[in-house]
């Protein structure tokens, strides 16, 4: 059926395959997530300081 060579081709296409599998459900479960909830946060953070900093230029 298979040769030796052959074998450890396909061996080693399936261990690609499995940790490109793995490593695509890690990005998208966690790290892309983390990666847009982190930046909303901190542009919220960054739109409220302007306001903030507008509110005490205008007053003064």
């Given amino acids: 059926m298979f040769e030796f060579d052959q074998y450890l ?5 399936l261990t690609i395959l499995t940790i490109g599998f793995w490593l695509m459900i890690f990005l998208l479960t966690f790290v892309i997530p983390y990666w847009i909830f982190g930046s909303s946060i901190e542009r919220f953070k960054e739109i409220r300081e302007e306001r903030k900093a507008k509110r005490v230029g205008a007053a003064s």
């Fill in 9 to 13: 081709g396909f061996l080693a296409f």
